[in-house]
């Protein structure tokens, strides 16, 4: 597992490092969410929702599939593939701090069937793994981050257990 400035980036994974998610390929479907980094720039997560669009069965790439809220940032989680819905992390409704705790396990947020047979060619070409991501999130981490407050400022990553 690779770690950058306190965040964890576990190498079995793909990554979409601009919109801070991740991707695990398994048995024919694709497990999604949040990076690290990406619960880091969010902040405590305070609400999930799934969209009726993901409850239905399909959603198109780019479609929403939940809506994250935290106490300074509210966005989409957005399709990376045209697919069937085969799950939604319901955890999440109840105790949607589980994307702070654990990111990469039981803070997942979705599962994905590909329309495309195969995995690989169904998603889009900005998702990485191994050595190019853990660059590509290096390389953006060495950026200035731009905090609630509207100040720059150098960016680490928090992790939340005292929130347990």
Known sequence: MATIRNCELPDDLLYDVGRDLW?????????LGLTDVG????GHIQ??????RARGGH???GESIAVLESAKWVGPLTSPLAGDVVGLNERLLERPKLINLDPYGEGWIARLRPSASDLDAALP????S???AVARYDHKLRQPFRSV???DEDFWCVHCSEWD
């Open 59 to 61: 959603v198109d790439r």
């Open 39 to 42: 619960q880091t720039r969010a």
């Open 130 to 132: 191994g050595p190019m």
């Open 23 to 31: 991707a695990r390929a398994m048995a024919g479907e694709l497990v």
């Open 149 to 151: 407050s509207g100040v």
């Open 125 to 128: 070409d900005e998702w990485e």
């Open 47 to 52: 609400l999930v929702s799934f969209t009726r």
